[in-house]
């Protein structure tokens, strides 16, 4: 049984409230429902620092509360994910306050906006998520397809946002469309992208937009893609052979730690490819 709680009611700068929940609740009080279109709009971890946060969790307690969406009768998570699934895992009591918004709109806004206010984002995280708030400004935050063609007023106003020249914005763009399309095929990959345990350049990143999303395949002929798009063989071997002999670390130290035999398979395949290389 949950603790009992009351609420306060906090004023905003923008006269709107905030309902802020005071108590503990476990999964016996009213569920929290994650929306999987919102966990895109989250800067995911790495292995180690999750397993870091839930060992954290387990020692201390879950002590910032999560933070939810008022829809009616439900209550949908938008910041907290970890710690939420952390606590379902351990069955354990958390905080949570509980906010209003005009709608799916604002909930994207709010949560593009939040990560990007975060001290600790990488170079490729900071590019990522302004590639997606330009992405999410010019479909009108609807997730649909985005166009053809480029909307210069909206990279205008992103980089006017973050201090930073169109330029920018625009190869923001290509690298966001580019992770994606890596993401559909591969969320994993994509998630080890992002977070740096598979290193991979911004450049090769952003070429990968101009294709079409069915010339990008499984995950083998992803690497390959990765490794050969728009490069001279001659002048990046070496970067090339650096990098593969990185993510051939990467991924003997994986099976070391934690002896999962299915990433054999994909050790196997890259000394393949470091064969070819050398």
């Known amino acids: ?21 005071v108590g503990e609740f476990t999964q016996a009080h009213k569920p929290i429902e994650v929306l999987p279109e919102l966990e895109n709009f989250i800067t ?6 999750l397993e870091q946060l839930e060992e954290n969790i387990l020692e201390e307690g879950i ?13 949908i ?6 710690r939420f699934n952390i606590a379902q895992k351990h069955n354990l009591p958390y905080k949570k306050i509980r906010k209003n918004f005009r709608g799916m709109e604002e909930v994207k806004k709010w949560m593009i906006q939040n990560q990007l206010g975060r001290r600790n984002l990488t170079d490729l995280e900071l590019s990522y998520f302004r ?15 985005e166009a053809e063609g ?8 992103v980089a006017e946002e973050y201090k930073v020249n169109e330029r920018t914005i ?9 992770l994606e399309k890596i993401g559909n095929k591969n969320p994993v990959l994509k998630r080890q992208i992002l977070t740096g345990e598979v290193k991979v350049p911004k450049g090769k990143l952003q070429k990968l937009a101009d294709l079409e999303e069915d010339e990008v395949g499984s995950l083998e002929d992803i690497y390959q893609l990765l490794d050969t798009l728009g490069q001279d063989r001659k002048s990046s071997e070496g970067s090339q052979l650096k990098e593969l002999v990185s993510q051939l670390k990467g991924i003997l130290a994986d099976i070391v730690k ?9 050790l196997e395949k890259g000394i393949e490819r470091l064969r070819k290389l050398l």
């Open 1 to 21: 049984m949950a603790k009992k709680s009351f609420d306060i009611k906090i004023p905003t700068k923008d006269n709107k409230d905030i309902l802020t929940t």
């Open 44 to 49: 995911p971890l790495s292995k180690e620092a």
């Open 63 to 75: 002590r910032e509360p999560l933070l939810v969406w008022i829809h009616g009768e439900r209550e």
């Open 77 to 82: 998570l938008v910041d907290g994910h970890n």
């Open 131 to 145: 590639g997606l708030l330009y992405h999410q400004k010019k479909s009108g935050w609807g997730g649909k397809r």
């Open 150 to 157: 480029t909307n210069a007023k909206t990279v205008e106003l």
């Open 170 to 178: 625009l190869r923001d763009k290509l690298l966001y469309q580019g």
């Open 258 to 266: 934690s002896k999962d035999k299915q990433k054999l398979r994909e």
